[in-house]
């Protein structure tokens, strides 16, 4: 077996976190939806499949080094928002809470002498680089276009 208690029980709770943000953005795509909004709507879900497969990715992982496979309970996702901006803030929260988890885990992955697990990680740190800043901005795009105008930021999304 090529990682100890610790860094399985911490992956596994990652999985957990991965699928759980998958389910929210699932969640956060319907509610776009209804409100007409398919531009970020097919953003949403294209950011829970992208999540699925972070989860994939470390049960893969675990599968490699030997680790049990343990997915954890996955609370049910919040549904509603008052406005756009209001369900973009949980967007960036969301990103910004499982880039602290990836820290914490890397930081456990070097204080267990983890160098494959620490490795792996380092993928996940990029992503978090990446997702966090595309979550800002898409929230500054939308302060800046306002409730009213948000069909318009809406289209610019769809088109990509
Ligand atoms: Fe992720
Ligand atoms: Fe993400």
Not at 5 to 12: S, Y
Not at 25 to 39: D, I, P
Not at 112 to 121: A, P, Q, R, T
Not at 143 to 160: K, P, T, V, Y
């Amino acid at each position: 077996m090529l990682i100890d208690r610790k860094m399985t029980a911490g992956l596994n709770a990652q999985i957990g976190r991965e699928f759980s943000a998958a389910m929210q953005y699932v969640s956060m795509a319907a509610w776009f939806a209804a409100k007409g909004l398919g531009g970020f709507a097919e953003f949403f879900h294209k950011q829970a499949a992208e999540e699925t497969e972070h989860g994939l990715k470390i049960v893969r992982y675990l599968g490699d080094v030997g680790g049990t496979v343990e997915i954890p309970e996955i609370a049910r996702p919040r549904s509603d928002y008052a406005t756009v901006e209001d369900a973009l803030r949980h967007f960036v929260e969301m990103e910004e809470e499982v880039t602290r988890a990836i820290y914490a885990l890397v930081e456990l992955a070097q204080s267990e002498k983890d160098h494959s697990g620490n490795h792996f990680l380092q993928w996940y740190v990029e992503e978090q680089r990446e997702e966090v800043t595309s979550a800002r901005t898409l929230l500054e795009k939308a302060q800046r276009f306002g409730e009213e105008r948000m069909l318009l930021l809406d289209g610019a999304l769809g088109s990509d």
